[in-house]
């Protein structure tokens, strides 16, 4: 069944194709419904479709040698994943894991390609993900670096928030505590821990599967000093 064009112009990596484009992509894309913990992309293997998330959340894993998942980093709603792969026709580097149910649509590589040397925007909107992609993953081996779980959970909730420039911010469909600590590289229970500590701090309260920040200045003291607590 063919992807409605509206549903492809929403995403920012298309919005500037032609409508001749889009409607190949129409007929040529597929919509997924993904269930929870569902592998969406297999390391080592070549991806042979770029993912484009509808609603859900993603993330990017990768296992250490003795077996446990590392987290790289989340996949939100509006944004696409395996453009590497795609790229350069080689496997993917990570798994891509849906962590909570989710809606995707896959558009073959080929096609992708083929647009990647026609479109100089859809080229830049990619060049410039695979670069905060980068940035990204040199954040997260600093945020790993860092001594205390107090200093890497208010890190990581820093990186989620959508904005650094108000009083405080939401986090929409907040990973489990279980997710952030694989993001971190602890347990459940630290995270748990901390997450009970920063509460009774007044600065986070969650709203279901909602989490607000309530302080982002403090919170950014503490990532960088929990004696700042």
Same mark, same amino acid.
């Given at each position: 069944? !063919?992807?409605? !064009?509206?549903?492809?112009?929403?995403?920012?990596?298309? *919005?500037?194709?032609?409508?001749? +484009?889009?409607? *190949?992509?129409?007929?040529?894309?597929? #919509?997924?419904?993904?269930?929870?913990?569902?592998?969406?992309?297999?390391?080592? /293997?070549?991806?042979?479709?770029?993912?484009?998330?509808?609603?859900?959340? %993603?993330?990017?894993?990768?296992?250490?040698?003795?077996?446990?998942?590392?987290?790289?980093? #989340?996949? *939100?709603?509006?944004?696409?994943?395996?453009?590497?792969?795609?790229?350069?026709?080689?496997?993917?580097?990570?798994?891509?894991?849906?962590?909570?149910?989710?809606?995707?649509?896959?558009?073959?590589?080929?096609?992708?390609?083929?647009?990647?040397? +026609?479109?100089?925007?859809?080229?830049?909107?990619?060049?410039?993900?695979?670069?905060?992609?980068?940035?990204?993953? %040199?954040?997260?081996?600093?945020? %790993?670096?860092?001594?205390?779980?107090?200093?890497?959970?208010?890190?990581?909730?820093?990186?989620?928030?959508?904005?650094?420039?108000?009083?405080?911010?939401?986090?929409?469909?907040?990973?489990?505590?279980? *997710?952030?600590?694989?993001?971190?590289?602890?347990?459940?229970?630290?995270?748990?821990?901390?997450?009970?500590?920063?509460?009774? /701090?007044?600065?986070?309260?969650?709203?279901?599967?909602?989490?607000?920040?309530?302080?982002?200045? /403090? %919170?950014?003291?503490?990532?960088?000093?929990?004696?700042?607590?």
């Amino acid at each position: 069944m !063919p992807i409605a !064009p509206l549903a492809l112009k929403q995403f920012k990596l298309l *919005e500037r194709l032609s409508d001749d +484009t889009i409607a *190949e992509l129409s007929e040529r894309a597929q #919509f997924i419904d993904v269930p929870r913990r569902k592998v969406v992309l297999q390391k080592d /293997k070549v991806a042979h479709s770029l993912g484009l998330l509808i609603s859900g959340r %993603l993330q990017g894993v990768d296992m250490t040698l003795d077996g446990k998942e590392a987290g790289l980093y #989340f996949i *939100e709603p509006n944004d696409f994943f395996g453009e590497l792969s795609v790229i350069d026709n080689l496997p993917a580097s990570e798994y891509i894991i849906c962590i909570s149910t989710a809606k995707v649509i896959t558009i073959p590589a080929n096609i992708i390609r083929s647009i990647l040397a +026609t479109s100089p925007d859809v080229a830049a909107i990619i060049n410039n993900r695979l670069a905060r992609r980068l940035r990204e993953s %040199l954040s997260q081996r600093t945020l %790993l670096s860092m001594p205390s779980p107090l200093q890497r959970v208010s890190a990581q909730l820093l990186h989620l928030t959508s904005s650094f420039k108000q009083a405080n911010s939401t986090i929409n469909d907040a990973p489990t505590h279980q *997710e952030i600590a694989i993001m971190i590289n602890t347990t459940r229970e630290t995270v748990t821990r901390v997450f009970q500590t920063l509460q009774k /701090k007044g600065l986070i309260k969650r709203n279901g599967n909602t989490l607000i920040v309530l302080n982002l200045k /403090k %919170l950014q003291r503490l990532a960088e000093d929990p004696n700042n607590l």
